[in-house]
Each structure stands twice: as C-alpha cells, then as structure tokens.
C-alpha cells in the first residue's frame, strides 16, 4: 500500500518511468491458438547495488533506486531552522490554551456576579473612590478604562453588563478573536478604575486577559471550533454574515470612543498608543477576513504562518509568566524568618478575616507538625517548580500539588477568585494526554444524555486529529 491509495487519482503523482510495466514479450494470443515460445534472451538482472569497476568494493545504489526520491532534510537542517519548522507550522498546546481561556473567563464571570449587588460601592461613580479621584489616578498612571469616560450611572451599568457578556461569550469561544479583545476592554475598565480592589488573582486576570487577545485559543472546545467543524463536514466554507457585522460594529464603538477621548487632537486623550493599537487590531482582523476569503491559498498559508508564530510567542509568555510568579513567591518566602522556622502558615490561620471555616483554622493551626509541613512544603514547591518543566513526571506531581495548595487557600482563608486564577494559569502546563482524556469524558457524558446538549451528538475529542504536543506537555 502506498501513501496515495486513499487518495484520488488526480491527486496521485506521475508513476515513475522505472516503476512502469514493460510490455510483456509474449502477449498472451487469442482464444484457440497455441503460445508463441519465448524468445532466448538473457534475464535482466534484478535492482541492487552496482560494482564500480575502478573502485574495488565501493558500491552506488541502483539508479532505479534513486530515481525520483526526494532528499531528506533532516541530514541538513539545523537546529534554528527546526525551531522555526516547530514554532511556525502549528499553534502548539491548543487544549492547554482552551483549559485558559475557560478558566480566565469563567473566574472573571464569577467574580463579577459575586459582587453584583456590590458593583456600584466597588467601581461605581459614586463609591468610595470617587469618580474624581480615579480621573487623578489615572492622569498620573495613563491607565486605560472606559468608566471614566463619563460619570453617568447609566454609563457605567452598559459597562458591567459588556464585560458580563463579554466573559460569558469568551468562555464558549464565541467570535474568539472579537471577544478576546472585548473581554480585555472589560478587564481593563473595571480594575484600572478602582486599582485597591481585589486579592492578588485580580493582577493575574489582568495580564492574562492581555496575552489570552494574541493567542488562538479557540482551536478546541469553543462555538468557532464547532461552526469549523461543521463547515468541513459539509465540504464547503460556510458563509460568515455575524463576523462582519460584528467587525462593522466594532469599528462604530472604536471610532466613539476615539472621538470622546480625542480632546484637542485626534488620538488624544492621555491614551493615544492604546487606541492605535485598537485600530491595528481592528485592520488586523478585517484583513484577515478578506484574506481567508478572497485571497489565494498562498497568502492564507502566510497568515497561518504569522498567526502561529503570534500564538506560540504568547503561549511562551504565559509560561514564562507562571514560573515567574512561583519563583519570584518562593525565593522571597525563604528570606523570612517565619517560613524558615516553619510557622508562617499558623498567623493567617489565626486571622478572622481570613477564616471563613474557623473550626478547621483552629484544627489544622493547633497542630505544629501539620504547619510545618504546609510552610516547607509551599516553599519547596514553589522554588522547585520552574526547574521540573522539562521532567514531565516530576512536573505533573508538582502541578498537582499546586493546584491542591490553591484549593485549600480557598477554603481555609477564603480567596477562592485568587485560587480560581491561580488554577486556570497552571492549567498551562497540563498534559495534553490528560486533557484530550478529560474532553472524551465530557464527550461520553453528553452522549450519554448526563450533560446538557443534543442526545446523541458525538464527542469534540472523539475523533480529533492528533495535535502537536507542548514543550512541558
């Protein structure tokens, strides 16, 4: 079998002139008529390896042999050119960047309805900090937020309510690339306006709401995937009429915004490079459209290109972003006092602030062996992690104990969006063996009538194609 036999003829390539049949000498003869005798010629010789004459014992392959093959690369490639190869030819860890954006944006989601009720104390133009005092706030820093665009109450509930969709559109990977943005904008706007709210997990949504806008991280498990999918099984592009409809809106509310914070010129504002780099985008994503649409294949392979390349630098960062904050945890709880004789987790314990279950505070705070153990053990943990990346094992057993040190911060001292946060960026390093697992499961459930969705409907990660791992996963 060869690797063109499920393929059509058309498709299939010139059969080369030593493979060809030759004709048979003795074509068989009508019906009734006895064998032609076979001529007396000598046998050809069957392909191997040719002497060479002027050189005893040195040997060629058969030209028969040879005849058409193409070279292989992997003698001369280098190992520059095999990281380009790798970083350009696909988006690299497509689960690892769904299991983020899920998380990001359903911690967000959460969050905002948690404090609903709290909303206008919290971000509002008339909660403790003011509207005037975040327009002096802001005039020192250059932070970006759409709230102080206007002190109207009204103003700032159309704000709440966009980052409210916004959070839940990003977590089914609806219109990804639109929504990424949007949910930036939301981010931005509600944490830039009141910067002494939150627990630690709000400067983690903060940047990662940032990267998550330049990776694809709807490839699976997302609306765009599905309307994908099925556009493929139909063989055919479907037609788009929501995406430049939501491209011509964008622009609308891009080109307002650009007008109300204009002042005397035209990107003015205090905020100028953010709005060009809106507009960027919004250029960015309406070539994009024309390109897939329009253009030759040539070109959607170079948008392919520069869009991987794009990913993979963001996926890199989000990495490098984690190790970066456990590290950075770890090395400066070794220099104080409390975590090196192995009592710094008994104070917070012993705080009613952070004791939500203060039977259990007291339980595990009564006991010094089990506080000595949580304290080395988050230290060594943290320190440990970032030099375990290339040791999948050992970094799986270390991400798992991560995830249960954030679970238990949100139980016994009451952070669970910090925990949440936490989680959803040490998603990053999940194994893609375990997630492509998990979405089978999921699929299984569904199927089976246990999870919402249509009775019968197969699975997303049934019959996926086999995708490039991550560097740690």
């Known amino acids: 079998m060869t690797p063109y036999d499920h393929d059509d003829a058309a498709d299939r390539p010139a059969q080369p002139s030593w493979q060809a049949r030759a004709p048979e000498a003795n074509p068989a003869p009508a019906t009734g008529q006895a064998p032609a005798p076979a001529p007396a010629t000598a046998q050809a010789p069957a392909p191997g390896p040719v002497k060479i004459p002027a050189r005893p014992g040195a040997t060629v392959p058969h030209p028969a042999r040879t005849q058409?093959?193409?070279p292989s690369?992997?003698?001369d490639e280098t190992w520059a050119a095999r990281a380009v190869r790798v970083a350009s030819a696909a988006s690299l860890g497509p689960y690892q960047s769904a299991v983020v954006r899920i998380g990001f944006s359903a911690t967000w989601l959460f969050f905002l309805l948690r404090e609903l009720p709290n909303r206008r104390e919290l971000y509002g133009p008339d909660g403790p900090w003011s509207w005037d005092l975040g327009n002096r706030l802001v005039g020192g820093n250059h932070a970006f937020t759409a709230l102080l665009w206007s002190d109207s109450t009204v103003w700032f509930e159309l704000v709440y309510a966009l980052a409210l969709v916004s959070s839940v559109l990003m977590m089914l990977g609806w219109r990804t690339r639109t929504m990424s943005v949007v949910f930036m904008i939301g981010v931005l706007s509600l944490q830039n306006r009141s910067v002494f709210v939150g627990d630690g997990g709000d400067n983690v949504i903060h940047l990662?709401?940032?990267?998550?806008?330049?990776?694809?991280?709807?490839?699976?498990?997302?609306?765009?995937?599905?309307r994908a999918a099925r556009a493929a099984a139909l063989g055919r592009d479907a037609r788009d009429r929501a995406g430049p409809v939501l491209w011509a809106v964008c622009g609308l509310a891009l080109l307002a915004g650009t007008w109300r914070t204009s002042g005397s010129g035209v990107l003015g504002g205090g905020e100028w490079w953010l709005?060009?780099?809106?507009w960027g985008m919004w250029a960015v994503q309406g070539l994009w459209w024309a390109v897939r649409r329009y253009a030759d294949a040539d070109a959607r392979a170079l948008l392919d290109v520069l869009a991987n390349l794009v990913h993979n630098a963001a996926m890199v960062v989000i990495m490098a972003e984690v190790c970066l904050v456990y590290a950075t945890a770890g090395w400066y709880k070794i220099q104080g006092s409390r975590w090196q004789d192995g009592t710094a987790l008994f104070y917070p314990l012993k705080l009613d602030y952070f004791s939500p279950w203060p039977e259990l505070s007291s339980l595990l705070g009564t006991s010094g062996v089990i506080v000595m153990l949580l304290t080395y053990g988050t230290v060594m943990v943290q320190v440990a992690f970032p030099f375990t990346l290339f040791n999948r094992r050992v970094k799986n057993v270390l991400l798992v104990a991560m995830m249960l040190e954030h679970a238990g911060i949100a139980v016994l001292l009451g952070l669970p969006f910090f925990s949440l946060a936490m989680i959803a960026a040490d998603a990053v390093f999940l194994p893609t063996s375990f997630l492509r697992g998990l979405g089978a499961y999921v699929g299984r459930l569904r199927r089976d009538g246990r999870l919402p969705g249509r009775r019968g409907e197969r699975g997303q990660g049934a019959d996926e194609v086999e995708r490039p791992r991550t560097l740690v996963g």
Do not use: H
Not at 208 to 226: E, G
Not at 275 to 278: A, G, I, K, N, S
């Open 208 to 226: 990662m709401a940032i990267y998550l806008v330049f990776t694809r991280c709807a490839q699976v498990w997302s609306l765009d995937a599905r």
């Open 73 to 75: 690369p992997a003698g």
């Open 275 to 278: 709005w060009v780099v809106f």
């Open 68 to 70: 058409g093959a193409a």
